[in-house]
């Protein structure tokens, strides 16, 4: 008899610690929105509990309840087809529903501004799943870098030989002369025209260029 007087104790002194609130709220109505309380889902969740209701089909507003609601924190999600709603906070207190605009990522004791009790939340915009196909533009043409290197080209390819045939012949010479140098010194300094056989030697330029003089000497004696 003792211990069943303990426990009619003790759940009366648990049942009096957790308190429970109905969080009501709707959703905003404007002409040529319309709401399916079949698809729609309103979540309230916590770290620890998961609420789930329905819009009620009794109402001409759109309507929601939770009941039952114990003291804590939740994020409540509004799941339509046709809408997308903000995310809210809701903290539930002995005192208060304190009611907060939410955003996915940042850290828990970041709040956001606070709104009005009871909820009315309001559609941020329709759910768009199809992106239309992007329209032909000829301005995006000449973004491109491959069609402006090809434009420079052409007009490289008409127009240098105009300027060329301006040039008086003195300055044609001399331009051409500066070529044949400047093609000169970058053919030897090409690493391709590079002999790693003769450098592996111990051979110079010089030497490889006399090696085949005194061959044919040689060859000159031997058949003499």
Not at 32 to 60: E, N, V
Not at 184 to 203: E, H, Q
Request: hydrophobic share 40%; aromatic share 10%.
């Amino acid at each position: 008899m003792h211990f069943v007087n303990l426990f009619l104790v003790s759940l009366f002194i648990f049942s009096s610690y957790v308190k429970a609130a109905t969080l009501r709220g709707t959703l905003e109505t404007a002409p040529g929105i319309k709401y399916d309380p079949s698809m729609t889902k309103i979540t309230l969740r916590s770290s620890t509990a998961i609420h789930t209701t329905t819009l009620k089909r009794s109402s001409s507003i759109a309507a929601f309840a939770f009941p039952n609601v114990t003291i804590g924190s939740y994020m409540l999600y509004v799941s339509n087809p046709d809408h997308i709603f903000p995310v809210l906070r809701v903290d539930i207190s002995d005192a208060d529903v304190a009611i907060y605009q939410a955003h996915r990522g940042n850290d828990w004791t970041v709040t956001g501004p606070r709104v009005a009790y009871p909820i009315e939340l309001k559609p941020i915009g329709p759910a768009v799943y199809y992106v239309p196909r992007e329209s032909f533009n000829v301005l995006k043409l000449f973004k491109n870098p491959m069609l402006l290197v090809s434009l420079v080209t052409l007009v490289m390819v008409f127009v240098m030989p105009k300027m060329l045939n301006s040039l008086e012949p003195e300055q044609l010479k001399d331009l051409q002369e500066r070529h044949s140098k400047n093609q000169a010194v970058l053919n030897n300094r090409n690493p391709m025209n590079f002999d790693i056989a003769s450098y592996l030697a111990g051979k110079t330029a010089e030497s490889t260029s006399s090696e085949p003089v005194a061959e044919s000497e040689s060859t000159i004696r031997s058949r003499k």
